[in-house]
């Protein structure tokens, strides 16, 4: 398998990692109705970011610089939102909310990884 690919699958991976992850939280934590928003903004976001890797050639295939530079782009916008609603729910969470907590810190580390990756998208 080509490093082109194994990224692709691993950016894959994490992007559902987070939507299950926004799913989880806004099932099981008591959120306000701002916090509710943010999450579900957190939702979409890592959701369109995996339709859009989805709806790529594969990227051991892609040799234009410009489709890759205008995909990079788009998926960085998507992972703004992902870690800058993360970082406000892990301060805007409750402390008693381990699991949610958690939960939400890992995504806030899948979406500083997965900007690092998209970042290695050449």
């Known amino acids: ?6 990224l692709s699958e691993n950016l894959c991976d994490k992007a559902k990692t987070i939507t299950e ?27 369109e970011f995996h339709r859009t890797l989805l709806a790529l050639p594969p990227l051991d295939q892609t040799r234009d610089p410009e489709l890759l530079s205008h995909t990079r782009h788009q998926l960085r916008n998507y992972l703004n939102i992902v870690v800058g609603m993360t970082r406000i729910m892990i301060r805007e969470l409750p402390d008693n909310l381990l699991l949610q907590m958690a939960t939400v810190r890992t995504m806030h580390q899948n979406g500083q990884e997965l900007m690092t990756e998209v970042d290695q998208l050449r």
């Open 1 to 6: 398998m080509t490093q082109l690919r194994q």
């Open 21 to 47: 992850g926004a799913s989880l939280v806004l099932n099981q934590a008591p959120l306000t109705d701002a916090q509710r928003e943010d999450m579900e903004a957190v939702r979409k976001a890592s959701q």
